[in-house]
């Protein structure tokens, strides 16, 4: 599996996400929306965090965790415990976290509309992420559509 772009794609997503060792890959970035794999280690978690104008699709394959959000960063009043074969949903603009509360990595995939990473980007561990993230290296590509 590798990121091609916004080119016919077709890959079986649950081997993919079970054999993903990586915090985050890129796994397809179209034009509207994007498919990311995640690694979350025991006792990690995604980290609280909000996109303004990205819904989120989240869908579990491997372990359990429990998944939170909230209108705001001090407010995060829904909990679910969650597990394999689970989905979240999560609209654009609310804070959301999904902690690993299992004793092996918890295997999920995402999906975000718009895209909201680099294309092809993988971030080996959350604190990769971060910096990118920081640093302005982990953003859309040109050829995606964002909201205004």
């Known amino acids: 599996m590798q990121d091609i772009g916004p ?6 997503i649950d081997r993919a996400t079970k054999g993903n060792d ?9 034009k509207y929306l994007q498919v990311t794999l995640m690694s979350i280690p025991v006792g990690s978690s995604i980290g609280l965090e909000v996109h303004p104008e990205t819904d989120q699709f ?26 394999d074969d689970w989905a979240i949903m999560v609209p654009a603009g609310t804070w959301h976290d999904v902690v690993n509360t299992g004793d092996e990595p918890l295997k ?3 999906v975000y509309a718009p895209v909201h990473h680099a294309h092809g980007v993988v971030h080996a ?11 302005g290296t982990d953003e859309p590509p040109e050829w995606t559509v964002q909201p205004n």
Request: proline letters at 4%; glycine letters at 8%; one cysteine or more.
């Open 7 to 12: 080119k016919p794609q077709a890959f079986d």
């Open 22 to 30: 990586n915090y985050r890959t890129a796994a397809w970035t179209g």
């Open 58 to 83: 989240l869908r579990l394959d491997a372990g359990k965790g429990i998944c939170r959000m909230g209108p705001d960063k001090d407010t995060v009043d829904f909990e679910q415990a969650v597990e």
């Open 108 to 110: 999920l995939y995402t």
């Open 125 to 135: 561990t959350a604190e990769d992420a971060e910096h990118d993230e920081e640093h």
